[in-house]
């Protein structure tokens, strides 16, 4: 057994010189399948890959496991042979491959090239790209200065006290504009949300306008990172994918930009966009897929450091714990740097103002803290949350995963409810399944575990959740609430499949008790983009390359949905006008949410009281009813403002009642406030 008191630098010198040796391939497969990766070393610097300044460029490139590594210079971003080619030198302490370079490099494109055991890998544009040329082949050498719009030096997105405060849109480029509706002229593009005073055909506001009309705090918008499965040599053509098959993390997405070849325009143009956004009081979250990556022998993790990135399994094959092929290994000191150091460099470079995880369990707890920490660090405005779940298992033991049920083991990290999902509308494994708004019995408890935001709350007993059986958040604060996202089926769709039959009446009129739960439950309400308008995506579950005669919002439908708009509209400025809705401690739910005793099924009856963190409105009384029969109940008598009531909704009111005995109409809601 090896000296325990071994220092880093000599361990890290054994592992090295121990996979060095092995001469065959097989041999050296299976070593890497048991070597303790903790030995190896690593480099937390930011200088990864390249650096430059007025006299030279310093190429870096972390991979212990190379025989040889060298840089190749090219002309173009495609095509070509390699102008030079620099053979570079290892630091063994570091793992680290450099060279630098007297010449002047500027606008040239390179790739990095490791041997392996005696064989030259494919060409890479290395892990840590942040300019490409088209497809994302070669890395390009660009000045990242010429990528600023005018006014950067001092952009910065809206300040957010506490996550509750946000209320988040979730949208995907093309999705928004690129129906033949919208007005817009730059369709799919990151330069459509530049453009102002765009309409329908049917004079209905598009585009940023809409945003803002809306009332919505952030935008977060699907993975913008260059991604695997759109071939930007071939635009424009009627190419279409969500992005969760990330190439390069550190750039953004040529397909989106107006011209893919050109470095500089993808990143400039993402930048007027998040400017855009910003100068209308609106912040930018992206959704980030470090979980996985869209190929797996190929990709450029394995082709810098083979065997490091991702987990395996005993057998030496590739986890899939992301459903998609692979899984990285979050719990290595390499990728955590890799995963902590990207989402800084998206908020110092780009000026992201918070990200959504994709399948965040696949990492580990210690990784999600340090990201979290690290952009808190950057932006104290910044907020992080994702999935607390996998799509299948995976060799990270459970107790160190990322989970829904972990969260309290985790600081500023928000984690999507799945309990008042489907207990709201219904199972999203099942279409026909209908939930609480739709008019089943049984899910009064889990629709209360959301309203409190899955803490422990007296009168909410956790034993008969649907999904959870205990109260896993330890603040509001963790929570985003939503119904529906990308993912599955549309709200609209899921209401047209279970209410098979219903009116188009009926179906707004559960959409709007749907969202009017999500948005005045404790947590942070999130919705998906489209369904203020009715949006539909013609019944399809999982439309990530479906075409945009699919996916693209049809703006026309503002106008003829224009009553279930203002809902959403008015609905959200009710929220962010009373913080009694925005509590960000488990103590002040538990003590000023007391819910009424109600026997009769599909309907919920709830007081928010004691001017709850400090509202104006001394109790706020809220009845909930999913059935398709009208619901008495008994309010008890006061000066209450009638604030929403069959499918109705002001925030200053819409009448005055003295309480009493109140009918509460089929799939609607009734809420009233009084101020003492």
């Known amino acids: 057994m090896r000296n325990l008191l071994v220092n880093a630098g000599s361990a890290a010198m054994i592992a090295l010189s121990l996979v060095t040796v092995i001469p065959d391939m097989q041999a050296k497969e299976a070593y890497r399948s048991s070597v303790n990766y903790s030995l190896l070393p690593s480099y937390n610097g930011e200088d990864l890959e390249l650096s430059h300044d007025s006299k030279s460029f310093n190429f870096k490139l972390w991979s212990p496991f190379a025989k040889e590594a060298r840089v190749k210079i090219y002309k173009n971003g495609v095509g070509g042979e390699a102008e030079n080619i620099f053979n570079m030198t290892l630091d063994r302490n570091t793992g680290v ?97 530049l453009e102002d005073g765009t309409l329908s055909l049917n004079g209905e506001k598009t585009g940023i306008d809409h945003i803002k009309e809306l009332g919505i705090t952030h935008v977060h918008i699907l993975p913008s990172y260059d991604y695997n499965s759109i071939d930007e040599s071939q635009l424009p053509s009627n190419q279409y994918n969500w992005g969760y098959d990330p190439i390069n993390y550190n750039v953004p997405e040529g397909s989106y930009s107006t011209n893919p070849v050109d470095p500089y325009s993808r990143i400039r143009e993402m930048k007027q966009m998040i400017k855009a956004l ?13 979980n996985h990556t869209g190929i797996t022998e190929g990709s450029n993790f394995e082709l810098t450091a083979p065997g490091y990135y991702y ?77 607390g779940w996998t799509a299948g298992d995976s060799p990270l033991p459970i107790e160190h995963r990322a989970l829904k049920e972990n969260v309290d083991k985790m600081t500023n990290i928000a984690v999507f409810s799945d309990d008042i999902r489907d207990a709201v509308k219904g199972h999203y494994s099942n279409e026909k399944d209908r939930g609480f708004a739709t008019g089943k019995e049984g899910n009064e408890e889990t629709v209360k575990i959301g309203i409190v935001a899955a803490t422990a709350h007296p009168q909410v ?202 009918k509460v109409s089929p799939r609607s809601a009734l809420i009233l406030a009084r101020k003492k």
């Open 278 to 290: 910003h100068d209308a009081g609106i912040g930018v979250i992206m959704d980030v897929v470090y």
């Open 461 to 662: 007993n956790y034993k008969k959740g649907n999904n959870s059986k205990f109260a896993y958040a330890s603040s509001p604060t963790q929570i985003i609430n939503y119904v529906s996202c990308h993912d599955d089926l549309t709200l609209t769709d899921k209401l047209a499949i279970s209410l098979e039959g219903a009116s188009v009446e009926d179906r707004i009129s559960a959409a709007k008790l749907a969202q009017t739960i999500v948005f005045t439950s404790q947590g942070t309400p999130f919705m998906f983009a489209g369904e203020e308008v009715f949006r539909d995506k013609q019944g399809v579950h999982n439309s990530y390359k479906s075409p945009d005669s699919i996916n693209a919002i049809d703006w026309n439908q503002k106008k003829e949905y224009r009553d279930l708009f203002d809902y959403y509209k008015n609905l959200i400025a009710l929220r962010k006008a009373h913080p009694a809705f925005r509590m960000t401690s488990a103590k002040d739910v538990a003590k000023n949410i007391v819910f009424d005793n109600v026997k009769e099924p599909n309907l919920i009856s709830y007081s928010i009281k004691n001017n709850a963190n400090g509202d104006e409105w001394y109790e706020i009384k809220l009845v909930f009813n999913g059935s398709d029969k009208d619901q008495n109940v008994k309010i008890s008598k006061a000066d209450w403002t009638i604030i929403a009531n069959d499918g109705q909704l002001d925030k200053d009111g819409i009448g005055t009642t003295k309480g009493g005995s109140i």
């Open 311 to 387: 987990r395996k399994r005993q057998d030496g094959t590739f986890s899939d714990a992301s459903g998609c092929g692979n899984e990285t290994a979050s719990d290595r000191q390499q990728m955590r740097n890799f995963i902590v150091n990207s989402i800084k460099y998206w908020m110092e470079e780009f000026h992201i103002d918070g990200f959504r995880f994709d399948l965040m369990a696949i990492h580990d707890i210690e990784t999600m803290n340090e990201v979290a920490k690290v952009a808190k660090s950057v932006n104290p405005s910044a907020f992080i949350y994702g999935e």
């Open 97 to 193: 491959w450099s060279y630098t370079s007297d010449e002047n490099l500027m606008d040239k494109f390179y790739t990095f090239q490791i041997n392996n055991n005696g064989q030259w890998l494919d060409e890479t544009p290395g892990v840590w790209a942040k300019a490409v040329g088209v497809n994302g082949l070669r890395a390009a050498i660009i000045d990242f200065n010429k990528t600023n719009p005018i006014g950067w030096e001092t952009d910065k997105g809206p300040e957010v006290k506490n996550i509750t405060d946000v209320i988040i849109y979730e949208m995907h480029y093309r999705d928004f504009s690129m129906h033949k509706n919208s007005g817009i002229t730059n369709k799919g593009k990151y330069v459509a949300l």
